[in-house]
């Protein structure tokens, strides 16, 4: 496969025909998310400017979220309600 295959196939921009609406919900909800949980925000594991996490604990399980690779940044993601693997 080649990189145009591997472009065309992982925009969600041009695959998802209302993506932009669920950019904006996501967006919503990362913001709330941000104002009401505890969370540790933007610590760095790494020296480039893109090498932050976010991190909301929980007293069950611990809950990891990374951004949207090549689309977006953490900005755009909240806290899973279930364990995702990055």
Request: glycine share 6%.
């Amino acid at each position: 496969m080649d990189t145009a295959f591997y472009s065309r196939e992982y925009n969600n921009r041009e695959l998802v025909p209302d993506n932009a609406r669920w950019v904006d919900r996501w967006l919503q909800d990362s913001e709330r998310a941000r104002a009401t949980m505890t969370s540790h925000l933007n610590l760095r594991y790494g020296d480039s400017a893109g090498e932050t996490i976010d991190i909301f604990p929980s007293r069950k399980e611990r809950f990891y979220k990374c951004g949207w690779l090549g689309e977006n940044t953490k900005r755009g993601t909240q806290p899973a309600t279930h364990p995702v693997p990055c």
